[in-house]
C-alpha cells in the first residue's frame, strides 16, 4: 500500500525550459553557458551549489569571475528562475487533496537561489509557499547529494521515517526514476509540462 508520494520539483511541480535560462546567464556575461547548464544535473560550480558545496555568495563570486564582471544577487537569482516558464496551479490543488491521505515530500536538485523564490509567497497565485504543500522538503544543497547518487534517497528515507515499498516517486530524469527503482520504490516518469495527476491517481487505486 502507499502510504507516501515523493515529487520532483523542476519539470513536475514547475516547468522548465532550459534554453530560457541559457539565454539568462548568456546576458550576465556567461558565453558558454550553453555548454555548461543541464536540465537534470550540473557540472562544476553550478554542481557545486546545488550539492552544497558552494555557499551562494562564493558561487556568484566565482561566476562573477566568470562572467568577467560584478554580480549581485538579484541577478543571479533572476537568471536562476529563468528556468521556471510556469506553474500549473491545478497540480497545487491537487497536492493538498492527495496531501488528505498521503504523505508528501519533496526530493529535488536545487539551489538557494531558487528555493528562495518557492519557499515565499511569491511562489503561489493565494501566496502560500512551496513547503506548505509538503510534510518535508528534501533538497539536494541542504543535504549534500543530487539525484540520482543514492545517498539522497537513503538520506530522505531515514530522516522522514518511509519504506521505499509504500512509496511513490514522481520525478522527469530517466536516471532519478531507476534510483528509485532499484531501492524498491514504486515509480512514474513524468515529462516536463505533462498534467500527470491522473496517472498519479491510477497509480494509487
Same mark, same amino acid.
Given at each position: 500500500?502507499?502510504?507516501?508520494?515523493?515529487?520532483?520539483?523542476?519539470?513536475?511541480?514547475?516547468?522548465?525550459?532550459?534554453?530560457?535560462?541559457?539565454?539568462?546567464?548568456?546576458?550576465?556575461?556567461?558565453?558558454?553557458?550553453?555548454?555548461?547548464?543541464?536540465?537534470?544535473?550540473?557540472?562544476?560550480?553550478?554542481?557545486?551549489?546545488?550539492?552544497?558545496?558552494?555557499?551562494?555568495?562564493?558561487?556568484?563570486?566565482?561566476?562573477?569571475?566568470?562572467?568577467?564582471? /560584478?554580480?549581485?544577487?538579484?541577478?543571479?537569482?533572476?537568471?536562476?528562475?529563468?528556468?521556471?516558464?510556469?506553474?500549473?496551479?491545478?497540480?497545487?490543488?491537487?497536492?493538498?487533496?492527495?496531501?488528505?491521505?498521503?504523505?508528501?515530500?519533496?526530493?529535488?536538485?536545487?539551489?538557494?537561489?531558487?528555493?528562495?523564490?518557492?519557499?515565499?509567497?511569491?511562489?503561489?497565485?493565494?501566496?502560500?509557499?512551496?513547503?506548505?504543500?509538503?510534510?518535508?522538503?528534501?533538497?539536494?544543497?541542504?543535504?549534500?547529494?543530487?539525484? /540520482?547518487?543514492?545517498?539522497?534517497? @537513503?538520506?530522505?528515507?531515514?530522516?522522514?521515517?518511509?519504506? /521505499?515499498?509504500?512509496?511513490?516517486?514522481?520525478?522527469?530524469?530517466?536516471?532519478?526514476?531507476?534510483?528509485?527503482?532499484?531501492?524498491?520504490?514504486?515509480?512514474?516518469?513524468?515529462?516536463?509540462?505533462? @498534467?500527470?495527476?491522473?496517472?498519479?491517481?491510477?497509480? %494509487? %487505486?
Amino acid at each position: 500500500m502507499i502510504k507516501n508520494i515523493v515529487f520532483d520539483f523542476g519539470g513536475v511541480l514547475v516547468d522548465i525550459d532550459r534554453s530560457r535560462a541559457v539565454d539568462a546567464f548568456v546576458r550576465l556575461g556567461l558565453t558558454d553557458a550553453d555548454t555548461i547548464l543541464d536540465k537534470y544535473h550540473q557540472t562544476g560550480i553550478f554542481l557545486e551549489l546545488e550539492e552544497g558545496a558552494l555557499s551562494e555568495n562564493n558561487y556568484r563570486e566565482q561566476l562573477a569571475q566568470m562572467c568577467k564582471r /560584478p554580480l549581485e544577487w538579484g541577478e543571479v537569482r533572476q537568471a536562476w528562475l529563468a528556468f521556471i516558464t510556469r506553474i500549473d496551479e491545478r497540480k497545487l490543488t491537487y497536492l493538498e487533496e492527495l496531501h488528505r491521505n498521503y504523505r508528501l515530500f519533496l526530493l529535488s536538485n536545487t539551489n538557494p537561489y531558487i528555493m528562495s523564490w518557492a519557499c515565499s509567497s511569491e511562489f503561489s497565485s493565494d501566496g502560500k509557499p512551496l513547503n506548505a504543500y509538503f510534510d518535508g522538503l528534501y533538497l539536494s544543497y541542504q543535504i549534500g547529494y543530487t539525484k /540520482p547518487d543514492r545517498r539522497i534517497f @537513503d538520506f530522505m528515507l531515514h530522516d522522514a521515517s518511509i519504506l /521505499p515499498e509504500e512509496t511513490l516517486f514522481v520525478d522527469d530524469g530517466i536516471a532519478n526514476i531507476e534510483a528509485g527503482k532499484q531501492i524498491g520504490m514504486h515509480t512514474l516518469l513524468a515529462d516536463n509540462g505533462e @498534467d500527470w495527476r491522473q496517472k498519479v491517481s491510477d497509480i %494509487l %487505486l
